[in-house]
Antibody, heavy 123, light 106 residues
């Protein structure tokens, strides 16, 4: 069965960096685009970034553009989110999610989600 | 960015009730819309994709309709396990979510 397991969250000071990981199993990771979506405490869902199945395209929300970098290692079935220059407003549970469509070459909806990892930005 | 407006933001209903949630896009998104259910402390779960296609394993009491800018999620007969928050999402452009609708026990 499809499994996505995020890790790397924690408490970090404003301005510092953190890298999240998402380990995938139960499907052919290299055939699916992957997303990061976040949810601030008590708030709704906010899409953060997407990477194509082959890593050829990456897109970001304006709120994180220039600070966050999405990447993947298809040999390790792992998705990453490098978060730099963190701000208090980046505090959230970060979810990784799989594209609904295999080998999508357009923006796609998502089907499976991980359980999330909490990032708290605080001094 | 395409804005997604959900209504109502919350609804109180009883087991067995029919519940309808609407989502309006700020511009046309064809049928590239999904509905998710989220329970406290859990990840969102896909219910409906492409506006009206039921995700595998999701009970048939859930249905979706609409195209263009106006979409609807209907729960035909609310069950105890359906009390949750529901979100719509579009992916016609950079993905955006609606603000959510909390379905509460009346």
């Amino acid at each position: 069965q499809v499994q996505l397991v995020e890790s790397g969250g924690g408490v970090v000071q404003p301005g510092r960096s953190l890298r999240l990981s998402c380990a995938a199993s139960g499907f052919t990771f290299s055939s699916y685009g992957m997303h990061w979506v976040r949810q601030a405490p008590g708030k709704g869902l906010e899409w953060v970034a997407v990477i194509w199945y082959d890593g050829s395209n990456k897109y970001y929300a304006d709120s994180v553009k220039g600070r966050f970098t999405i990447s993947r290692d298809n040999s390790k079935n792992t998705l990453y989110l490098q978060m730099n220059s963190l701000r208090a407003e980046d505090t959230a549970v970060y979810y990784c999610a799989r594209d609904l469509v295999e080998m999508a070459t357009i923006l796609s909806l998502t089907d499976y989600w991980g359980q999330g990892t909490l990032v708290t930005v605080s001094s | 960015d395409i804005q997604m407006t959900q209504s109502p933001s919350s609804v109180s209903a009883s087991v067995g009730d029919r519940v309808t949630i609407t989502c309006r896009a700020s511009q046309g998104i064809s049928s590239w819309l999904a509905w998710y259910q989220q329970k406290p402390g859990k990840a969102p779960k896909l219910l409906i994709y492409a506006a009206s296609s039921l995700q595998s394993g999701v009970p048939s009491r859930f249905s979706g309709s609409g195209s263009g800018t106006d979409f609807t999620l209907t729960i035909s007969s609310l069950q105890p396990e359906d009390f949750a928050t529901y979100y719509c999402q579009q992916a016609n452009s950079f993905p955006t979510f609606g603000g959510g609708t909390k379905v509460e026990i009346k």
